[in-house]
């Protein structure tokens, strides 16, 4: 895929936005790019003569991760973030892998990516999410935290809903190791869930800087999992945005489906896309590829290319 090739990430362009920090005042930072665009709204795909809008939700398997690792490469290189980065030596900082959706963003590839070479190593969790009705809860299972540098610079990419898995790993690994300072990069989040991780911190007094993709979303009140586009607490980096994902499926469905097996499963998340299209009695919209570039410069959106 030529066009999509993550030698191009840096030359995109990318919309970046500082929102108003967490309670203990640690810097949120938002970006918007194509490659986000296309895990959070949707993308063009040509086949043959023909091009056709594909909704985000739709974007599934091997492409859906090659985005997300080259949206990790992006977040890496924001300026902010970057500056953050290059205080500490590769041999402080670890990153920190929960077994789940943004695996999938590449961590250490990303980090080659942007020039830190020889990092000190990578932790891996294993967090799950158990649901019960209405109830879900965090069930840890597993840890490798031979990768964890003493004290220095933690890197961990998970999405954020009410925070579950991302709270009982702290509570397993503070009271052992002790950064200095934590970046979360964060694929799909709401500033509820933020600000939860943001108070643990503090109590521990360890910096936090948060950087998520396309918004801060709305958070479900009923069930503190999904995060649509079309809720009131929702705050986008760009409004079209908002507007284009509600006009195909309206205010309430998921923009990120689940972050379990229904992300990395093609035949599980469409699945699960279908139950809750049913569920919510949703019949989308799928604008023409006309009615979009009415939206969108072609440059503000990714093209995916057949497959040689």
């Given at each position: ?57 739709l ?8 985005m ?46 942007v ?111 999904d ?6 607490d ?9 507007q284009?994902?509600i ?45 979009v570039?009415?939206i ?13």
């Amino acid at each position: 895929m030529p066009e999509n090739s993550l030698k191009l990430v840096r030359k995109r362009k990318i919309l970046v936005k500082e929102f108003a920090p967490t309670v203990n005042n640690f810097p949120i930072i938002g970006i918007q790019s194509p490659e986000t665009r296309s895990l959070n709204v949707g993308y063009i795909e040509k086949q043959g003569r023909r091009s056709s809008f594909i909704p985000c939700r739709l974007n599934l398997g091997g492409f859906c991760e090659t985005m997300a690792e080259a949206a990790t490469i992006q977040s890496l290189n924001t300026p902010l973030i970057k500056k953050i980065i290059t205080q500490y030596n590769p041999s402080e900082i670890s990153t920190i892998t929960i077994l789940r959706e943004a695996a999938a963003c590449h961590l250490s590839t990303a980090l080659y990516q942007v020039g830190v070479n020889n990092y000190y190593s990578d932790c891996f969790i294993g967090a799950t999410h158990v649901k019960k009705a209405n109830l879900i809860t965090a069930s840890y299972q597993y840890e490798n935290k031979e990768g964890l540098c003493k004290g220095g610079f933690w890197i961990i990419a998970d999405s954020i809903a009410a925070g579950r898995n991302l709270t009982v790993t702290l509570k397993s690994l503070l009271p052992k190791y002790q950064p200095k300072e934590i970046l979360f990069l964060v694929p799909i989040g709401n500033r509820w869930g933020i600000n939860r991780l943001s108070q643990l911190l503090n109590k521990h007094k360890i910096k936090a800087t948060f950087l998520v993709w396309g918004a801060l979303f709305g958070l479900n009140p009923e069930n503190r999992y999904d995060e649509p586009w079309g809720l009131p607490d929702c705050e986008p980096i760009d409004y079209r945005d908002q507007q284009t994902f509600i006009s195909i499926y309206g205010p309430d469905l998921c923009v990120g489906g689940d972050f379990g097996n229904d992300f990395y499963c093609v035949y599980l998340a469409l699945e699960l896309y279908k139950e809750q299209l049913k569920k919510l009695k949703i019949k989308p919209k799928i604008p023409s590829l006309e009615q979009v570039l009415k939206i969108y410069k072609p440059d503000e959106l990714i093209v995916k290319l057949p497959l040689k």
